[in-house]
């Protein structure tokens, strides 16, 4: 299993979930380029192309090759999520399956792009591209708690407390705003929904064995989101957890575990 967290998360998203599967398969949870535990300061000079949607899945290749990773499951969600289909489109035949919580398809995103009701929700996705977001947040401890306890809270079903190593991570001087180059350099999902109104290409979809579990609490990606699933991943089977948001490996990690070990060997 390949686990791939979202934002703002890292491999703790994962604690739940893995030791449900380890008797069954080598839990391999990398942080993501930028994000969390992987910020060093040398990342501050970078610039966001750097941590893109493509750089990420080639990190992730080469992680595969050093680990000697073949038929994996790619589990993930949110950026984890999108990043999984990025990469089982460019790798498909390293993955055996790709398991993900919800995961609209360009359908139900692209007037998100253009709908004040719906773009009310992504505030924070503007917000980003800010220096003034940099400077409220980073590197403040007590700003760095509410910021990530925002959307632990606004976006989960079932209660979650933010994880403390997860704001011990992201409250090191520089980390959080390289946690922000994901969205400046516009690999986001409001960004991506933008970029294909203006006429961008949509990648072709992937043709693998695959698992949605779809929290029909999370306020982003609302259940009427799900029949879009299929544009992007044409096999899979979407499976609506009525009392669940949007941090599906935490919300939901029994059920999670059950899907994933339907693909093991």
């Excluded at 000697?68 to 035949?93: K, M, T």
């Excluded at 590197?139 to 209660?159: I, M, T």
């Excluded at 999902?189 to 999370?218: C, F, H, M, N």
């Excluded at 992007?232 to 599906?248: I, K, M, N, R, S």
């Amino acid at each position: 299993m390949l686990c791939l967290h979202g934002w703002p998360g890292g491999a703790s998203d994962y604690r739940l979930l893995g030791p449900l599967l380890a008797d069954a398969a080598d839990v391999v949870v990398p942080h993501l380029a930028g994000f969390g535990n992987s910020y060093t300061h040398h990342d501050v000079t970078r610039p966001p192309a750097d941590f893109d949607r493509d750089h990420q899945v080639t990190a992730l290749i080469e992680v595969m090759e050093d680990l000697s990773l073949e038929q994996v499951v790619l589990v993930g969600y949110d950026v984890g999520a999108s990043v999984a289909v990025a990469l089982a489109r460019e790798a498909p035949d390293r993955v055996r399956a790709v398991v993900t919580g919800n995961l609209p398809g360009p359908s139900a995103l692209e007037p998100v792009a253009l709908d004040l009701h719906r773009r009310s929700e992504y505030w924070y996705q503007d917000f980003h591209q800010l220096e003034l977001c940099s400077q409220l947040v980073d590197g403040h401890p007590a700003a760095v708690r509410s910021y990530l306890d925002h959307f632990w809270s606004h976006w989960g079903g079932r209660p979650v407390p933010v994880d403390e190593r997860l704001v011990q991570d992201y409250a090191r001087p520089g980390a959080f705003t390289t946690s922000l180059n994901w969205y400046r350099s516009r690999s986001s999902t409001l960004y991506g929904a933008l970029a294909r109104v203006e006429g961008a290409p949509i990648p072709p979809p992937v043709e693998l064995q695959s698992t949605v579990l779809w929290g029909a609490k999370d306020p982003l990606f609302p259940v009427e989101f799900a029949s879009s699933v299929t544009e992007l991943l044409p096999h899979a089977e979407v499976q609506v957890l009525d009392d669940v948001g949007h941090f599906t490996p935490i919300e939901a990690a029994e059920e999670m575990a059950a899907v994933i070990r339907n693909y093991l060997p």
